[in-house]
């Protein structure tokens, strides 16, 4: 009975179900509609009004978690091995000994003995020690002429001194020459007294030191500087004598003053100097001090200098003089052809010390009118070319031109009587002074044959 019960329901369902799905198919198959319109429809939209509180969005926020972070401990091997270094090839035909001392002695016809001796010694970064010892001389005579015996020697030590940043230089030198006024027949002059022998003997003492300190810094913005102490000592035989003391003084420092230039050095360098001369005559007194503010920098191939300097002379009178100084070089063919010139000037004594040392037989004593002047170079012009024509051979051309005062000239002097003319062997010098200019042109020309041989000939016309 259960079973039949739920087979009639089931039954009863389906048939209901078809019976509303017919009658729904018969409606939609006979349904019939009339849409009647009206009037039209005009669609508007509301007025906007303002929204007076500003939109915003809020910010988002986040929570950070908390991390914990946990090293893996562990060690990893590692095998270092060092690559074979290539042993240094060392050729012993290429080692060059050094030698502290040097030495040259000889011995010349007509007794004229040679000494020349060097020692140079120190540690390198440390110090540097040198020391010469020079000595030469003649005893020769000739026949029926006055006796003609000189020397020349000189002793000399110096020391430098090396810091990381600096360079001391100490030196000290003597030196003594001799010789004899000479050059005449006595017989030639029977109505004249010759001065006897120890009359004839002329020499000069000369004792100098100086103290010099150097920067030597790798870095061109830093500022370099040189300053140096000197002085010496210097008389004769017969009452002459010249006292100096000079010091000199170079500060540059290098500017990046525009991007076009490689270097500039802006600089200044300058000095003070003192002259005390003393004859049977007379005595003198001279101060000379100079600055010299200089530009100097460098473009390409171009490079030029620039020097103001300005000197101001204490002697009989006072004196200030200008000079500007200007150098330029132009490397046309790097290595071959550099063209140079410039403009240049300079105030510097005649002193006793140079003039003894080109003719030792210049004799100031006893002659009222001779004054160690200064010489007043006003203005130096010069231009040239130099360069190598070949690797080996290089050159140098040059033209000069110069406009001076007080310049010294030797003239032969006959002082035996006493008087400004005197008769007898003009065999002394005194000096004369003049204005003028003089016109130079030089050439030279270099060979380089090796490393151990130089070969230089040149030539000048004034």
């Known amino acids: 009975m259960p079973y039949f019960r739920q087979t009639f329901t089931g039954l009863f369902v389906f048939l209901l179900v078809q019976t509303v799905f017919a009658q729904q198919q018969n409606l939609d198959r006979d349904h019939n509609e009339q849409v009647t319109i009206i009037g039209s429809f005009d669609p508007t939209i509301n007025q906007a009004y303002k929204i007076n509180v500003k939109p915003e969005q809020k910010p988002l926020s986040f929570t950070k978690p908390d991390f914990t972070f946990r090293s893996m401990e562990s060690n990893v ?14 050729r012993g035909d290429k080692r060059v000994k050094v030698y502290n001392n040097y ?17 140079s010694s120190g540690k390198v970064g440390s110090y540097r020690f040198n020391t010469v010892v020079r000595s030469f001389s003649s005893f020769a005579n000739i026949a029926g002429y006055s006796p003609s015996p000189y020397s020349n020697n000189k002793v000399a030590v110096d ?3 090396y810091s990381k940043y600096h360079t001391l230089d100490l030196g000290l030198e003597y030196g003594l020459n001799t010789n004899r006024y000479y050059g005449f027949k006595p017989d030639d002059f029977p109505l004249v007294t010759i001065p006897d022998d120890e009359d004839l003997k002329q020499n000069f003492n000369l004792i100098r030191a100086n103290i010099g300190v150097k920067s030597k810094y790798k ?21 002459a004598s010249e006292t100096n003391a000079s010091l000199d003084f170079d500060f540059h420092k290098g500017f990046d003053l525009t991007d076009v230039l490689d270097y500039q050095n802006l600089g200044l360098e300058g000095e003070a100097t003192y002259f005390g001369n003393k004859d049977s005559v007379r005595s003198t007194t001279d101060f000379l001090m100079t600055a010299s503010p200089y530009f100097k920098a460098k473009y390409g191939i171009l490079a030029f200098g620039v020097t103001l300097r300005f000197s101001y002379l204490n002697a009989d009178a006072s004196s200030f003089h200008f000079y500007p100084v200007i150098d330029l070089s132009v490397a046309a063919i790097p290595e071959a052809l550099v063209l140079y010139a410039g403009l240049d000037g300079n105030i510097q004594k005649n002193s006793y010390l140079d003039l003894t040392t080109e003719n030792s037989y210049f004799t100031p004593y006893g002659i009222p009118d001779t004054n160690l002047r200064w010489q007043n170079s006003k203005i130096i012009a010069f231009g040239g070319l130099r360069g190598n024509i070949v690797k080996k051979l290089g050159y140098n051309v040059e033209v000069r031109w110069s406009k001076f005062e007080d310049m010294a000239f030797f003239v032969n002097s006959a ?10 062997p003009a065999n002394k010098f005194t000096i004369l002074y003049d204005d003028g200019s003089r016109l130079t042109v030089k050439g030279e020309l270099s060979y380089a044959v090796d490393s151990y041989l130089n070969v230089w000939a040149g030539g000048e016309y004034n």
């Open 103 to 119: 030495l040259k002695a000889g011995f010349g016809s007509q007794l004229s003995p040679l000494l020349d001796f060097y020692h």
């Open 415 to 424: 002082r035996y009587y006493g008087n400004l003319v005197g008769y007898g």
């Open 159 to 161: 020391f430098e001194k």
């Open 77 to 90: 091997k590692t095998e270092i091995k060092a690559s074979q270094v290539k042993p240094l090839t060392i």
């Open 219 to 239: 870095n061109r913005n830093k500022l370099h500087h040189a300053v140096n102490l000197s002085g010496y000592y210097y008389f004769d035989r017969h009452g």
